[in-house]
């Protein structure tokens, strides 16, 4: 049976141990999936898996904003990242929050009928080149701009190292798939649902009684441990992409690509020998779906590393790098 993993391993959920078992348990907890394939095939590197389940955690499940508008906020990002298979699975959470036709409308790439979510919507595809605030009250800024940031870094992850399929044989392309993928077991609260008494996007709401289930986290310091904190820079794991370590510096030979707007971008590196991993590194910030066999055999050749944790952190430096700058141009409100 043919897998949605690419150049990657993933630790499975029955002999994970340590920090990697800590973060498959939560995960289950507060998501309510054991078995997710983007964090499975980060698990080679426990310390990229546990700060980007952080990012998620914090912002797009925990928080007072509502679950629908953020989903909206990560499909409108993962849209603009060109990530089919990011926006497959929020066009099925939405589904999860009864939200049929929204679900729908985002997944075709349309604007959303609701003034507040088509603002939303429309300020999550620009994310990347506009630099604006998000249009939604000041309480729910953080949680808006998080849940977009943390996409970004998600969706090259995911278009690296993952196919377009979220199901078999693609599955996930049909609307009726994709409304029965979105609703949750009898008995359980859908993602999203705070327990209302009469809530249209749980299992036998109709019936004018509480349910207990699975509820939304609340936000806090109860993530898995992701290392010591760093003031400056970036994480510790996105400046050692693999056992030979790789850095852009000034001499020596250049990578060079073409970012979305056409514009070519040159990494120098200090050794000829080093050009793969820069290639790979530039491909996670600019271009993910552009990642190949033949870009990571080239990298493995050329002594890039051995273990499959050694590309999750080549990939990751690339992916943060791309954050950090779109980071530094969004505009926050006070």
């Not at 926006?87 to 999860?96: C, F, G, M, P, S």
């Amino acid at each position: 049976m043919p897998t949605p993993y690419r150049y990657v391993t993933p630790v499975p959920t029955e002999v994970a141990a340590g920090l990697t078992a800590e973060v498959y348990a939560q995960i289950a907890r507060d998501f309510g999936m054991a078995r997710m394939p983007l964090f499975l095939t980060l698990s080679p590197a426990p310390e990229v898996l546990a700060p980007t389940w952080a990012m998620l955690r914090e912002s797009l499940l925990a928080g007072r904003a509502p679950r629908a508008a953020k989903e909206v906020v990560a499909a409108g990002v993962s849209l603009a990242n060109k990530c089919p298979f990011c926006v497959d699975a929020h066009t099925v959470l939405l589904h999860a929050t009864g939200e049929h036709d929204l679900a729908e409308t985002v997944a075709r790439g349309r604007t959303p009928s609701d003034p507040e979510h088509a603002r939303l919507f429309a300020w999550a595809t620009g994310t990347a080149t506009a630099g604006q605030a998000p249009p939604c009250p000041p309480g729910h800024a953080a949680e808006h701009i998080g849940t977009a940031l943390a996409f970004h870094f998600i969706n090259r992850m995911v278009s690296s190292l993952l196919t377009d399929n979220l199901l078999p044989a693609g599955l996930q392309r049909s609307r009726l798939v994709r409304g029965l993928g979105g609703r949750p077991s009898p008995g359980r609260y859908a993602a999203g649902c705070r327990g209302a008494r009469r809530c249209r996007c749980c299992v036998g709401c109709r019936r004018a009684r509480p349910r207990r289930g699975r509820r939304e986290p609340r936000p806090g310091p109860r993530s898995p441990r992701c290392g010591p904190r760093r003031e400056r820079g970036p994480p510790c794991w996105a400046t050692r992409p693999g056992r030979r370590s790789w850095r852009p510096s000034r001499p020596g030979t250049a990578s060079t690509l073409r970012c979305p707007a056409g514009r070519p971008v040159r990494w120098r590196t200090s050794r000829r020998g080093q050009r793969p991993a820069a290639r790979l590194a530039l491909l996670a910030a600019l271009a993910p779906y552009r990642v190949t066999d033949a870009d990571v055999a080239a990298w493995r050749e050329a002594g890039g590393g051995r273990y499959d944790a050694d590309l999750v952190r080549l990939l990751a430096f690339g992916a943060i790098t791309a954050v950090r700058r779109i980071e530094a141009a969004l505009a926050v409100p006070a």
